[in-house]
Every structure is written in structure tokens, then in C-alpha cells.
């Protein structure tokens, strides 16, 4: 993949400063310029041009190592599948949430070293920034060394916490068939996952004091820290004690508005807003938008949700356009400190996306300068004679 020679990108309506704004938006070796007349000028009337999208979590990568649960494929050529799906849906930075969890299988630690040592073997071969967010099971207290080995050698950022053992085991008392289902597909008989789930549940005493003594570790590693389904009030103020300071899919609106007093961002599912409530029967994050208690989306299970959310909230008035739009492009960068990406600013990376705002459709998304996707309309002004021959030619 060939960096973009300098260029200006002409006529769109650019998201400046919270407004879509008629401005000029220049590129220079990976990065966005102060715009200059000298440089060669592509036109994009009728489009607009807003920041690639910074997804905070998603597992959609999963369906490209395993289409079916007992059919796993290679995961090098599965994240480079996943990876030009995120650039066809203008996403141009990713935290693929992996599980570390005793459920066993796709959700083990050795799978979660698997699949960051694939994505180490072909990182120079991916043209959108793909993170690995490690999910970590909360009632796992023998791997604390371990963890923090995995974290400094593949030098891991991002880290939420789960606790699953409450739904298991209301699922195994309520719902054998649907025990059974959870089972089988991480390898094992229900009787087996149950006897697992008992044990992790032991140790529930001694979770508080292993998981403030893990987090300071990762904090001071350099690990940002969030949990995962928080339920309640409780769970967000010990959680925000030991640091794990971001709020992930709360399920309560009182999880959400602690969250909020305490200056903590709130990240929902963009699936969510898209089908009008939680699939799992959840809070609708439609309705923490509007209260102003959603900081910023993300695409969970459902990459192209993202974009579409941003659209199903503007055409619900519940904020414009281009705050929507900013919920899943400058709100996760600023909530990981990602200083160089987000915005459509003079020395950011040139992580942006073209919009054709008629059809709602991403015609071309580009990545620290890099053309990782174009179709329609601007494909074809891009391959025009018109346009400089440079390009062409590389």
C-alpha cells in the first residue's frame, strides 16, 4: 500500500470543529496539511469528508476465524479479511475484544495469545490500525502473572474487565438447553462447564483483593482499564476504584449516570441504537444518548453498525449529524488518548473517510494516507485522466 502523493480534496463538506463546513483538506506523506494551491486538487463535490471512525470494541473478527464454531480458520488470513472489512465500512483504528475467560476454546487465554501472536506475524500487512482489547474474566486469580507477561510482550493497551459467572450460573438452573448450547461450543459437556463455573465461583471471596492488586500492575503498565456489563451503582464504584475507569455496555441506567457524576465515558453498542434495543434484552442506547449519558458507540458484534448509528441518531434528532458522527470517531480517540487521530486538523494522521450523504453510502476511506477503499463515484474521479498521473502510476 503506496501513501497518497501531496493532495487537496476539494468541494465536500468537511467535519470541522463539531459542523459539516465547506473547507479544503489537504495530505502530505500520511498526514493531514495545512492546504496549499500548489498542491494537485481532487474534487469531491457532493460528497462529505469526516474522520475515520475509532472503534473501541468489537467481535465481529470472530466470524472470520470461525464462520461456524466447530470450522476455525487461519487467523492471519481471518484478520486480514476482517481488516479490509473495517476499511469498506470507514473504520480506520480497531480493538478487537478477545476473550481471556475459563469458558475454554475460541475463548481461552492460549486462543487470545494465538490470535495477538497472528495478528504480530502480518501487522505489516494490515492498512487499518487493528488493536487486540483483552476481556478478562474477573475470577481467574492464578493468571495474574501470566497476563501481565502477555501484556509487555505484545504491549497491550486496553483491558476491560467481565464477570460472566452470574449469568452462567442462572443459565445452568433456569436454562440447561441454553447451557448446553454455551458448552458445546467452547468444548465441552454442560456437566463439564458447570463443574468449571463452580470452581471459578469459589474463589469469589478472594476476587476484590486480586483484582485491585491486577489492576495496579496494568495501570502501571500503561493499560487502559474499563469493565464490562456493569449492572449496577456498586459494581461501577468498586470498578472506578481500582482504576478501570471506562464504563462498557452498563445495563443499568443507574450504572450509566455514576458513570457520567464521575467523569467516566460510557461506551454502548452501535447495534443497539441501529435495531431500537439491546438484543440481549438490556437498556436501548438510543435512550442513554438522549439523556446525555453515551459518550461514544461501538460496533460490538455488527461493524457496519457504526456508521449507521450515526444516521439513525440524526434522523431521530437526538444530536446532529456531525456530534453522531463524532461519537464514533473523536469521542474514542479522545477516550484512549489518541492525540493524532479523530479529528480533520492539521497534523493528525490522514484517517478519513468519504461520505456520499444522498445513498449514506462510504465510497472511499483512507488510512494514515493510504487508499484502503474506494467504489462508486469517487473511484472513478480517482482513476480519471484528469487526475494527476502520480497517483496513477502508483
Not at 70 to 93: C, H, I, M, N, Y
Not at 128 to 156: C, G, K, N, S, W
Not at 252 to 273: D, F, Y
Request: charged share 20%; with cysteine.
Amino acid at each position: 500500500m503506496t501513501t497518497l502523493p501531496d493532495l487537496r480534496l476539494t468541494g465536500a463538506l468537511c467535519l470541522v470543529g463539531s459542523t459539516l463546513e465547506d473547507a479544503d483538506i489537504a495530505l502530505s506523506q500520511g498526514r493531514i496539511v495545512q492546504p496549499a494551491h500548489t498542491m494537485p486538487a481532487l474534487d469531491l463535490t457532493g460528497y462529505w469528508l469526516l474522520p475515520g471512525i475509532v472503534d473501541l470494541h468489537g467481535d465481529g473478527f470472530e466470524r472470520h476465524i470461525r464462520p461456524r464454531p466447530s470450522a476455525p480458520f487461519d487467523k492471519r488470513a481471518a484478520l486480514q479479511a476482517a481488516d479490509t472489512e473495517l476499511a469498506s465500512q470507514g473504520v480506520t483504528t480497531a480493538w478487537f475484544a478477545q476473550s481471556w475467560s475459563w469458558e475454554g476454546g475460541a475463548r481461552s487465554p492460549d486462543e487470545a495469545v494465538a490470535l495477538l501472536e497472528a495478528r504480530r506475524q502480518i501487522a505489516h500487512r494490515l492498512g487499518t490500525d487493528i488493536r487486540i482489547q483483552l476481556r478478562f474474566e474477573t475470577h481467574m486469580p492464578r493468571d495474574h502473572t501470566a497476563l501481565l507477561a502477555v501484556v509487555r510482550d505484545y504491549h497491550l493497551d486496553y483491558i476491560v474487565f467481565n464477570n460472566h459467572l452470574p449469568e452462567a450460573l442462572e443459565m445452568a438452573k433456569h436454562k440447561p438447553d441454553r447451557f448446553a448450547i454455551w458448552a458445546g461450543m467452547n468444548g465441552h459437556s454442560p456437566d463439564a462447564l458447570l463443574a468449571i463455573v463452580q470452581e471459578a465461583h469459589q474463589a469469589d471471596a478472594e476476587i476484590p483483593a486480586f483484582l485491585t492488586a491486577l489492576a495496579a500492575d496494568l495501570v502501571a503498565a500503561g493499560v487502559t482499564l474499563g469493565s464490562h456489563d456493569d449492572p449496577d451503582t456498586d459494581t461501577r464504584a468498586f470498578f472506578r476504584k481500582i482504576g478501570a475507569r471506562v464504563c462498557e455496555f452498563p445495563t443499568s441506567v443507574a450504572a450509566a449516570q455514576s458513570a457520567r457524576n464521575a467523569g467516566e465515558p460510557v461506551l454502548m453498542g452501535a447495534p443497539n441504537v441501529v435495531r431500537g434495543g439491546s438484543q440481549s434484552g438490556n437498556i436501548a442506547a438510543m435512550d442513554l444518548v438522549e439523556d446525555g449519558l453515551c459518550d461514544a458507540l461501538i460496533s460490538d458484534y455488527y461493524i457496519p453498525a457504526l456508521a449507521q448509528a450515526a444516521w439513525a441518531i440524526a434522523d431521530a434528532r437526538a444530536l446532529s449529524f456531525a456530534h453522531a458522527w463524532e461519537m464514533i470517531s473523536t469521542a474514542p480517540a479522545r477516550i484512549m488518548g489518541l492525540e493524532d487521530r479523530g479529528q480533520l486538523r492539521p497534523d493528525q494522521r490522514a484517517d478519513l473517510v468519504v461520505m456520499n450523504p444522498n445513498t449514506r453510502r462510504i465510497e472511499a476511506t483512507i488510512a494514515g494516507g493510504r487508499i484502503l477503499h474506494a467504489t462508486g463515484e469517487v473511484a472513478r474521479r480517482l482513476l480519471a485522466p484528469a487526475y494527476p498521473s502520480t497517483l496513477a502510476a502508483q
